[in-house]
């Protein structure tokens, strides 16, 4: 967690430091410069000596994008209280740029102030609604107990840059969380547009289309793999519970057939396959003959 007490009182301290007076024009060149040191320091990575110039900086002109800077670079540290302190300050001087939201967020996500980070998210995007790389975010923190709200920013996102597989990954998993089996179909066929020859998303499609009662879509991409790779257990194996779906014991005793001359399948699970043929044989005496040839073959 973050730890916010006394939060202000050091930056305002360091304010107060005694210093010549001078012009405003001469205190924004002295700022000016003191920016300009801290910028080169910060391209190399020396954040110390960066952060340090800037609160020099901050003595001559206090502008919130002093305070955003300097925020920055204690991130860079991992330092999230006074960053923090820092991008608080920025946001407080100036509530229009929505890159001071965006950092206040992520140093709250950091800090794992989810809640926090998701108000100030929500106010950034009341500034710029179409910003991708806040709707993303914003989708992110949703996504554990807000995943229908979660899904519209991603669809949002979707509408923008068209289909792309992280945002559409993200809806098929929510999806599926909500129990929408056709809404995740679309995402992950959306997907296999992207990436046809992904062997296994197709057979995570062809999970969902078992789930959903779509047999027959996913016997022709199960077709496809076993086409490809005709020993493939796995796909003959599902093929066989799609053919299960449909009823159509004499075609799944096909693939399970084949899984009870494999020598790596284990004794267990050929005789799972059969109990399948049983279970059904008492209830529908036409699978009978087959359940009885299969256990035949098994002994």
């Not at 730890?3 to 930056?11: D, P, Q, W």
């Not at 529908?284 to 009885?292: F, G, H, Y």
């Amino acid at each position: 967690m973050i730890n916010c007490s006394g939060s202000n009182t050091s930056i305002d301290e360091k304010q107060q430091e005694v210093k010549p007076i001078l012009s405003k024009d001469e205190s924004k060149k002295k700022a000016l410069e003191f920016f300009v040191n801290g910028g080169v320091y910060e391209t190399q990575g020396n954040y110390e000596a960066a952060i340090s110039q800037y609160e020099k900086a901050l003595s001559y002109d206090t502008s919130a994008g002093l305070y955003y800077t300097i925020a920055k670079c204690y991130v860079h540290l991992n330092k999230l209280s006074p960053a923090l302190n820092y991008s608080q300050k920025s946001v407080e001087l100036d509530s229009s740029k929505v890159e001071f939201y965006d950092l206040l967020s992520d140093i709250y996500t950091y800090g794992n102030q989810t809640n926090s980070a998701i108000v100030v998210l929500e106010k950034a995007i009341k500034l710029d609604s179409m910003n991708i790389d806040l709707n993303y975010k914003l989708a992110r923190l949703y996504e554990e107990n807000k995943p229908v709200q979660a899904v519209q920013l991603y669809t949002r996102i979707l509408s923008q840059v068209g289909p792309e597989w992280s945002v559409l990954s993200r809806i098929a998993e929510l999806q599926e969380r909500l129990g929408n089996n056709d809404e995740a179909i679309n995402a992950i066929t959306k997907l296999l547009a992207i990436d046809p020859a992904n062997t296994m998303l197709k057979k995570m499609l062809i999970e969902f289309y078992l789930r959903a009662g779509r047999f027959d879509e996913g016997l022709v991409l199960v077709d496809e793999i076993l086409e490809l790779m005709p020993y493939d257990l796995e796909a003959r194996e599902t093929k066989a519970k799609l053919l299960l779906g449909k009823n159509d014991w004499t075609g799944a005793s096909k693939e399970f057939d084949y899984f009870l001359d494999q020598p790596d399948v284990t004794l267990d699970s050929k005789i799972n396959i059969g109990a399948n043929y049983f279970n059904k044989a008492v209830t529908d005496s036409t699978v009978l003959p087959i359940a009885k040839a299969f256990f035949t073959k098994l002994g």
